[in-house]
């Protein structure tokens, strides 16, 4: 019973370059979070989607940042013209509904910006 | 704003003795509680949780205390064991639609000595 897989682990980037981050979430979820940890600091919410839709990204930066949970495959985060402040460990989680449920993470991707 | 807070960056115990993490929360509109441990390099990995309506909640070596009126959770370890040594993440969310995002705590690390 794999758990959620994010790939890839590691992705280095240079300045102004695109960055995309993958997120298959357990086998039953159907509910997809993303989080991001800057360094020293705890995880904070950037999206929440189910599949082909977008249901809170309140915690997206309004610029650059997107993400999308298609029909078919992973979920995935995108990062365009990246910037040395994006530099980050990116974590997804899944869940089997929404509300009080137990969201399962990732080992994360960690991302750096050159 | 933040909405959850742990005072404690470090804690550091004995084998064989109690570890309490502390957690405190600001927002009364949050009504589920969540613990996570995470190694380095790794995603959080769910401990235990609990739900507003009770107020411990009892998983093994683990378990979760809620005072509402304070505003407060704690974790204990009892008794701890050197495999312990991780960060700690409290986690909050208001169980609604668009609540189902967490909110977390900066994390403490706790330190089990042999």
């Known amino acids: 019973n794999a758990g959620v897989m994010q790939n890839p682990r590691h992705l280095v980037r240079r300045r102004g370059q695109e960055a995309r981050l993958r997120c298959s979430p357990m086998?039953?979820?159907?509910?997809v979070y993303w989080y991001r940890q800057l360094p020293e600091e705890g995880l904070k919410f950037m999206v929440y989607?189910?599949?082909?839709?977008?249901?809170?990204e309140s915690g997206m930066p309004k610029e650059r940042f997107s993400a999308e949970f298609p029909k078919e495959g992973p979920s995935i985060l995108r990062i365009q013209q990246v910037v040395r402040g994006d530099s980050a460990a990116y974590f997804c989680?899944?869940?089997?509904?929404?509300?009080?449920?137990?969201?399962?993470f990732g080992p994360g991707t960690r991302l750096l910006v050159l | 704003d933040q909405q959850v807070k742990q005072n404690s960056p470090s804690l550091s115990v004995q084998e064989g003795r109690i570890s309490i993490l502390n957690c405190d929360y600001t927002?009364?509109?949050?009504?589920?509680f969540l613990w996570y441990k995470k190694y380095p390099a790794e995603g959080p990995t769910f401990l235990i949780s609990?739900?507003?309506?009770?107020d411990k909640n009892e998983d093994g070596r683990f378990t979760v205390f809620l005072n509402k009126s304070a505003k407060h959770l704690s974790l204990h370890i009892v008794p701890s064991q050197p495999g312990d040594s991780a960060v700690y993440f409290c986690?909050?969310?208001?169980?609604?639609?668009?609540?189902?995002?967490?909110?977390f705590g900066e994390g403490t690390q706790l330190t089990v000595n042999p």
């Open positions: 989680a899944s869940s089997r509904s929404w509300g009080a449920e137990t969201q399962y």
């Open positions: 927002n009364s509109m949050f009504d589920y």
């Open positions: 609990i739900s507003s309506i009770k």
């Open positions: 986690a909050a969310s208001t169980g609604e639609t668009s609540g189902s995002r967490l909110t």
């Open positions: 989607l189910q599949k082909e839709n977008i249901i809170d």
């Open positions: 086998k039953g979820h159907s509910h």
